[in-house]
């Protein structure tokens, strides 16, 4: 029998396909049965100009329910999905192209799937094993190159469905969706989610407060990542009342502070429910529906995964095996190799400790990973960008604490310029999410004996660079 994810996913389509799917902001919905007809048609383009399963296709646009569309034709036509940021610039997705080789690279979802309406349906989808490849998700790398996770049609199904039943996901619930969908956030963890339960999805391009707001009033969960719930905090539209529509407000990508999960269990009387995951494993831990959430904690591993602490078994780097862990990175075996044990589990890269009774919490990671709003950013890859503005001599990027991203990159530069203007600069290269709030001018940075920077100084000098 096929394994092939668009099969159970549509195996769990409502019996009625005239049943909404996507709510749109302007008011319009996608049933359904659009879906089901448009992912056929996409799926029937892309076989007809010659589309191979295993073929790589490419996604970069903004969010929209054509490219859903695409993401399940894709994964009917046994192609491999591979989404990317639509903030990267144009020599950012040249790398991607390069490294991934994709056969179709499609920018213009709405246009893309009008053409493939005329194409024939494709009717089967198909036949994958669960190992077969279902799409390839890059994470940035510490070095620079970005790693593509193979996340495979078993691997994402596993979770799918581990979700869904962890979160007693309904035919009766409604998901504000306002996550990006080049991330497994939105991708993977909530749209699989929905369409597992055949509900609807308030279906927003973006978080903007007063579209969240009015969503919330139809939503019965909502995801999320941590600067979500800060924004709605801060917005005294968000009340208690209308939190009470909702069974359930899902947070990760991102720690949680402990003060915001306070602050919203006193506006609401709700508890929010953290959970945690990476693009190499999609979800990981989650904190339990039923019974305790607690602050700055992750929760318990999803049946099935096994999760150790590495080291000395106390404080150490998180490893874990299980069926939603990817198979490999994309043409990298080195690399593979050097994130796997040698007894087969992955090198999650994140800190952090278990109690006695297996609740897992995480403290820090062991690399230097920044994360602003829910995005993730490699330092490496902005100090090279610094380092070859004039007047720098050289660049430590770190995260200082930032109450509405969660953390803000900031550049110390060793050299003299103008902040604006290096700002600026660093713009035409950088995504917006990557380039520094702040840059910052020293004489000299922080080294150990070694000569290595001491990036846990600065984080500490600069902690209140956006605390008022
Ligand atoms: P990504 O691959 O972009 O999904 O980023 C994964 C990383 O995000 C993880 O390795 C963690 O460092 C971090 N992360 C995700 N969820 C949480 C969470 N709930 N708490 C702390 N860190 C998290």
Redesign the pocket.
């Known amino acids: 029998m096929s394994e092939n994810l668009y099969d159970l996913l549509a195996s769990r389509f409502p019996q009625d396909r005239a049943k909404p799917c996507f709510l749109l902001s302007d008011g319009g919905v996608v049933s359904y049965g659009d879906l089901e007809a448009g992912a056929a048609r996409v799926a029937g383009r892309l076989v007809a100009e010659g589309v191979e399963p295993g073929d790589r296709v490419a996604l970069q646009a903004e969010k929209s329910a054509d490219g859903i569309m695409i993401y399940l034709g894709v994964l009917k036509a046994g192609a491999v999905f591979l989404p990317l940021n639509n903030a990267y610039t144009s020599a950012e997705v040249d790398y991607f192209l390069k490294d991934a080789e994709p056969r179709v690279f499609i920018t213009d979802p709405a246009s893309w799937v009008n053409e493939a309406m005329r194409h024939p349906p494709l009717e089967a989808a198909v036949s994958r094993t669960g190992g077969d490849l279902a799409s390839l998700i890059y ?1 940035s790398g510490t070095t620079g190159r970005s790693k593509g996770a193979m996340l495979s049609h078993g691997s994402l199904a596993a979770n799918a469905l581990a979700l869904h039943e962890a979160w007693g996901f309904t035919a009766d619930d409604v998901l504000l969706h306002a996550l990006p969908v080049f ?3 939105g991708l993977f963890v909530a749209l699989h989610c929905a369409l597992l339960s055949g509900c609807p999805l308030v279906w927003l391009p973006r978080f903007a407060d007063a579209e969240v707001l009015a969503g919330l009033k139809q939503a019965t969960v909502m995801m999320g990542v941590p600067t979500f719930y800060t924004r709605l905090l801060a917005n005294p539209g968000f009340t208690r009342e209308l939190a009470s529509g909702l069974r359930l407000f899902i ?6 502070l402990p003060s915001t999960f306070a602050e919203f269990e006193e506006r609401t009387r709700q508890r929010i429910l ?7 494993a999609v979800i990981i831990t989650t904190n339990p529906l039923a019974g305790g959430r607690v602050a700055g904690s ?1 929760g318990y591993p999803l049946p099935g995964v096994d999760l150790r602490i590495g080291g000395d078994g106390q404080t150490g780097v998180i490893e874990i095996k299980g069926p939603s862990v990817f198979s490999a990175y994309w043409r990298m075996p080195e690399k593979t190799a050097e994130e796997f044990t040698a007894d087969g589990f992955f090198i ?3 800190v952090g400790r278990r109690d006695p009774d297996g609740r897992v919490w ?1 403290s820090g ?1 062991a690399k230097d ?1 920044i ?1 602003s709003g829910g995005y ?1 950013i490699y330092p490496k890859e902005v100090e090279l960008v610094f380092d070859e503005l004039p007047g720098v001599t050289e660049t430590a990027v770190v995260g200082a604490p930032h109450p509405d991203f969660g953390e803000a990159v900031v550049a110390v530069v060793m050299g003299q310029g103008d902040e604006a203007a290096m700002i600026a600069e660093a713009r035409r290269q950088l995504a917006a999410y990557k380039t520094p709030k702040r840059v910052i001018f020293v004489d000299e940075l922080p080294r150990n004996a070694m000569g290595k920077v001491q990036k846990n100084l600065l984080r500490e000098r600069y902690a209140d660079l956006f605390r008022g």
């Open positions: 994470t991330h497994v956030h947070c990760g990508s991102a720690p949680l953290e959970r945690y995951g990476m693009s190499e992750v999650t890269g994140d995480i990671r990973l994360i993730n």
